[in-house]
């Protein structure tokens, strides 16, 4: 027992030397945050031999544990990782890496906060330092830039703006080719067939969901549910969210049933003491479904509040509608008041407390409930146009269009019932 205890220590200690950082998946979030933080502690001591390496080591794990926990801390301590290696950066490589870092760094404040802004900075980020000479850098910055730029077209809704960042996608993914099954290549995969497969199901286009398919059985078949399960997992409920798309639109109860399990699988994985985010999303993507109790989105709520998360937000949302609709069902009043007075509440506190995208989703949380009572026979106010208006477009400037669509929806209902 001591033998493997000593030889298990070992393995921990070769993998925190390692360069590929896939070996985090198979530790939970709080060892996580205790890595992260002794890394950067590391890095700050006078007696560091590689303080570059073991500060770009630190930025990397603070980044994703700001990735897996949503907590704003990790993120604004990846974002000083990040500046210190700007500073302390020797040569030109050292100096291509560092901006590396940084552009992954903004991109992933906007996935999770929103805010087009980080985007462009990281895109300036990249552009200023010019293309690396060392070619694994330079894949490594087309591969980030290629990210970035498909954030930003997916914002612009310029067909022509999509098509050059597919393109940059697909370039950068070719010179990756080298380092299959990496991070970085498998985050640009993932990437990819997300992109892919939003787009196919948008316009139906077989080539695009063939293409994202592709992307994601290649996942799947050498993400290691034993060595790189997060990866695998998240894999997975995109094929479960595609074919969910997909059966909604062609009415097909095998492919909703077999995406299901796909999300069943990867719900498996999710779980709130190893990646808590991962596993929120996937109860806000099972909202709809009336099988998922109103107390898991109750706590998926709860884990990513205060932080100003878009997954916080729609957690908010999703919890809602499931209250309204379950107060409607049974024309409970006093539930429908219970909920509003909840969100009321909540919009009250002072302004510095609330996100912006709390604001937009309590508003369309209120929609919903003026909504239901209307059809219940109450009278629905004459503002409510208006407020859904002002949360689809706070939404839209953050860059979060499926809460500014779920607003444009309630407003187009609200028009109707006002017909």
């Given at each position: 027992?001591?033998?493997?205890?000593?030889?298990?220590?070992?393995?921990?200690?070769?993998?925190?030397?390692?360069?590929?950082?896939?070996?985090?998946?198979?530790?939970?979030?709080?060892?996580?945050?205790?890595?992260?933080?002794?890394?950067?502690?590391?890095?700050?001591?006078?007696?560091?031999?590689?303080?570059?390496?073991?500060?770009?080591?630190?930025?990397?794990?603070?980044?994703?544990?700001?990735?897996?926990?949503?907590?704003?801390?990790?993120?604004?301590?990846?974002?000083?990782?990040?500046?210190?290696?700007?500073?302390?950066?020797?040569?030109?490589?050292?100096?291509?890496?560092?901006?590396?870092e940084v552009a992954l760094t903004v991109m992933l404040r906007f996935d999770l906060c929103g805010g087009p802004e980080h985007l462009h900075a990281g895109v300036r980020v990249l552009k200023a330092i010019g293309r690396p000479r060392r070619a694994r850098d330079a894949s490594a910055a087309s591969a980030v830039?290629?990210?970035?730029?498909?954030?930003?077209?997916?914002?612009?809704?310029?067909?022509?703006?999509?098509?050059?960042?597919?393109?940059?996608?697909?370039?950068?993914?070719?010179?990756?080719?080298?380092?299959?099954?990496?991070?970085?290549?498998?985050?640009?995969?993932?990437?990819?067939?997300?992109?892919?497969?939003?787009?196919?199901?948008?316009?139906?286009?077989?080539?695009?969901?063939?293409?994202?398919?592709r992307d994601l059985a290649a996942l799947v078949g050498a993400a290691s549910p034993d060595q790189r399960p997060l990866t695998r997992a998240r894999a997975l409920a995109l094929c479960g969210a595609g074919l969910g798309a997909l059966a909604a639109v062609a009415d097909d109860a095998a492919a909703r049933r077999?995406?299901?399990?796909?999300?069943?699988?990867?719900?498996?994985?999710?779980?709130?003491?190893?990646?808590?985010?991962?596993?929120?999303?996937?109860?806000?993507?099972?909202?709809?479904?009336?099988?998922?109790?109103?107390?898991?989105?109750?706590?998926?709520?709860?884990?990513?509040?205060?932080?100003?998360?878009?997954?916080?937000?729609?957690?908010?949302?999703?919890?809602?509608?499931?209250?309204?609709?379950?107060?409607?069902?049974?024309?409970?009043?006093?539930?429908?008041?219970?909920?509003?007075?909840?969100?009321?509440?909540?919009?009250?506190?002072?302004?510095?407390?609330?996100?912006?995208?709390?604001?937009?989703?309590?508003?369309?949380?209120?929609?919903?409930?003026?909504?239901?009572?209307?059809?219940?026979?109450?009278?629905?106010?004459?503002?409510?146009?208006?407020?859904?208006?002002?949360?689809?477009?706070?939404?839209?400037?953050?860059?979060?269009?499926?809460?500014?669509?779920?607003?444009?929806?309630?407003?187009?209902?609200?028009?109707?019932?006002?017909?």
């Open positions: 027992m001591f033998e493997f205890g000593r030889d298990l220590r070992k393995l921990f200690a070769q993998a925190r030397e390692s360069e590929d950082l896939g070996w985090i998946e198979l530790i939970g979030v709080d060892l996580l945050q205790a890595e992260a933080r002794r890394e950067a502690t590391d890095a700050g001591r006078v007696s560091c031999t590689h303080p570059f390496e073991t500060e770009r080591r630190a930025c990397a794990l603070w980044r994703e544990h700001a990735r897996r926990s949503g907590a704003a801390d990790s993120l604004t301590r990846a974002s000083r990782c990040a500046d210190s290696l700007v500073r302390i950066a020797r040569d030109e490589t050292q100096t291509a890496q560092a901006a590396i830039h290629a990210r970035l730029m498909a954030r930003l077209a997916r914002l612009s809704d310029d067909p022509s703006a999509l098509l050059d960042a597919a393109a940059l996608m697909d370039a950068a993914l070719h010179d990756l080719r080298g380092g299959d099954h990496d991070v970085a290549h498998d985050e640009l995969r993932l990437d990819r067939a997300a992109r892919a497969l939003e787009a196919g199901v948008v316009q139906r286009d077989p080539r695009l969901l063939d293409q994202a398919g077999q995406g299901r399990e796909m999300f069943d699988a990867a719900a498996e994985t999710f779980t709130p003491d190893h990646s808590p985010l991962d596993w929120a999303t996937i109860q806000i993507l099972r909202g709809d479904d009336a099988a998922t109790p109103l107390m898991v989105l109750a706590q998926a709520e709860a884990l990513t509040q205060g932080e100003g998360l878009i997954v916080g937000a729609l957690a908010r949302l999703s919890r809602t509608a499931r209250e309204v609709d379950l107060a409607e069902a049974v024309a409970d009043r006093t539930a429908l008041d219970a909920v509003r007075g909840r969100l009321l509440a909540r919009l009250t506190v002072h302004e510095a407390r609330n996100a912006p995208l709390d604001w937009a989703a309590d508003q369309i949380g209120l929609a919903r409930i003026a909504l239901a009572a209307a059809r219940l026979g109450d009278a629905a106010p004459s503002s409510l146009g208006l407020i859904l208006a002002e949360a689809a477009a706070t939404a839209r400037e953050l860059g979060v269009p499926i809460l500014a669509d779920q607003a444009d929806r309630l407003a187009r209902a609200t028009a109707r019932s006002a017909a």
